[in-house]
């Protein structure tokens, strides 16, 4: 066979299949796919290469930056819980036992009983010398009533008080402090010690306590008082008298307090006050009651405005078994 005739042959059979090969790949209906963008252009692709390392030597690495697979430290941005409060406290229920470091509250507590009338008023100052140990004062201002003892009723006037003392109270536990006073009369002068083991408990609205004026014994003379002059000024006649004086008494009281709204306390105070009568087993001659063993009772409200002051009153008996001795009392706090 000539190469002539050898040229067209191959190229049919190459022509034919291209066109069989072109038929076998086409899609579904029929259409020829289009090639792929560079397809049969004969350029070969780029190969993709990673971005080189700005720091190619490693010095600028940070050791304390996390690491992968170590634990990462989240901060809390969320409430955290309730915020402990600082301070003292508004609210009459939730005040500790002694005062805090440096702060002074002076008050007054002007009362009185109805019949015969009897009225007093003491002045009080303490002041924290550290939260754990407080310092008292205590000047009994003066009151109101008759130096004849057989008639109570009778020529009632003013008389300036001759009563002061020391006291010291100082905190064991956050619920329970030991206390201890030296009142002091001056004219005549006579001395007594006073101790207490004040106690409270503050729950989430209200707190009990008591136990904060124990004891007052005679150390010379007679044991002076602090609720009303005229027991003090009746005990100084029974000296120039030659009266046997009683030793003192023994207290035993309570109190609560409801937190109605934090500025506003509901306080009430119940005890028992035994005369401990004279030293050769008479009745004392410093002691105007009854009998030698009174119960009393008083209740009210106490409101305070600013975080700085108290005000209110009790209304009550000084005496259950007397319906003369009811009376009022008032409050009056000022701290700085």
């Given amino acids: 066979m000539s190469l002539g005739r050898l040229i067209p042959v ?25 090639p792929a963008a560079g397809e049969g252009s004969g350029s070969a692709v780029a190969p993709i290469e990673d971005t080189p390392p700005s720091d190619m030597e490693g010095t600028s690495e940070d050791p304390d ?7 990462t430290q989240v901060t809390p941005t969320g409430p955290t819980g309730p915020k402990k409060k600082s301070g003292y406290p508004i609210e009459e229920s939730q005040r500790p036992i002694t005062l805090p470091q440096n702060m002074l509250e002076v008050s007054l ?10 009225g007093g008023d003491t002045l009080r100052a ?5 939260p754990q140990v407080q310092l008292g004062l205590n000047y009994v201002i003066g009151g109101v009533y008759s130096k004849n003892l057989a008639d109570l009723d009778a020529g009632k006037k003013f008389h300036v008080g001759k009563t002061a ?8 536990t956050n619920w329970l402090g030991v206390r201890a006073g030296l009142p002091v009369y001056f004219d005549p002068f006579a001395m007594s010690f006073a101790a207490g083991a004040p106690i409270k408990f503050i729950f989430d609205k209200f707190s009990l306590g ?13 044991a002076p008082r602090y609720d009303y002059e005229l027991f003090n000024e009746a ?21 609560g307090a409801y937190q109605q709204a934090p500025n506003l306390a509901i306080v009430g105070r119940v005890g028992v006050q035994s005369d401990l009568g004279a030293g050769g087993g008479t009745s004392g001659g410093g002691s105007t009651s009854v009998s030698e063993t009174t119960t009393f009772i008083k209740a009210g409200v106490q409101f305070t405005p600013k975080k700085w002051i108290d ?13 003369g001795s009811f009376g009022l009392t008032g409050i009056l706090a000022v701290r700085i």
Avoid at 210 to 222: C, P
Wanted: charged share 15%.
């Fill in 165 to 172: 003392g020391i006291d010291v109270t100082v905190l064991v």
């Fill in 235 to 255: 005990a100084a006649l029974g000296v120039d008298n030659n009266t046997e004086q009683s030793r003192g008494v023994l207290r035993f009281s309570g109190y």
């Fill in 65 to 71: 930056a996390p690491r992968g697979g170590d634990e």
């Fill in 10 to 34: 191959v190229s049919a059979v190459v022509f034919s299949g291209g066109v069989a090969l072109a038929q076998g790949t086409a899609p579904a209906g029929g259409a020829p796919a289009a």
């Fill in 109 to 118: 507590n002007p009362h009185f009983m109805a019949s015969p009338y009897v």
């Fill in 311 to 323: 005000v209110g009153a009790l209304a009550g008996f000084e005496d259950l078994s007397r319906a």
């Fill in 210 to 222: 008591g136990f904060d004026d124990v004891l007052n014994i005679q150390i010379t003379k007679f």
């Fill in 126 to 130: 303490r002041f924290g010398i550290t």
